[in-house]
Nanobody, 114 residues
Framework: QVQLAESGGGLVQPGGSLRLACVYSGSTFRTIAWYRQAPEKQREFVAIIDTGRGTNFAGFVEGRFAISRDHAKNTVYLQMNYLKPEDTAVYYC??????????WGQGTQVTVSS
């Protein structure tokens, strides 16, 4: 059974940091991406990493986030620094298999507020 499970969300003050984790099982995903969805907004792309550890980021990241992958632990991390209130959202990981099938995790809430 293919599963992705996010963790690491929470409440943080502006300027703070959080590290999200996406643990996956049931497949060796070609790519793992992070998306986010703020209230009353569409889900948007945040970052992606492939099996070769190639990465790409959305423009709004502006060098504040890093994505990494630990194949031994079947985990992808999203390190978020210098967080802003506008980063508040539910963060989801998305895995794409070699055959192009995509799977979503259940999401983890990130709230940036003083």
């Amino acid at each position: 059974q293919v599963q992705l499970a996010e963790s690491g969300g929470g409440l943080v003050q502006p300027g703070g940091s959080l590290r999200l984790a996406c643990v996956y099982s049931g497949s060796t995903f070609r790519t793992i991406a992070w998306y986010r969805q703020a209230p009353e907004k569409q889900r948007e792309f945040v970052a992606i990493i492939d099996t070769g550890r190639g990465t790409n980021f959305a423009g709004f990241v502006e060098g504040r986030f890093a994505i990494s992958r630990d194949h031994a632990k079947n985990t992808v991390y999203l390190q978020m620094n210098y967080l802003k209130p506008e980063d508040t959202a539910v963060y989801y990981c998305n895995g794409m298999t070699d055959l192009g099938y995509k799977y979503w995790g259940q999401g983890t809430q990130v709230t940036v507020s003083s």
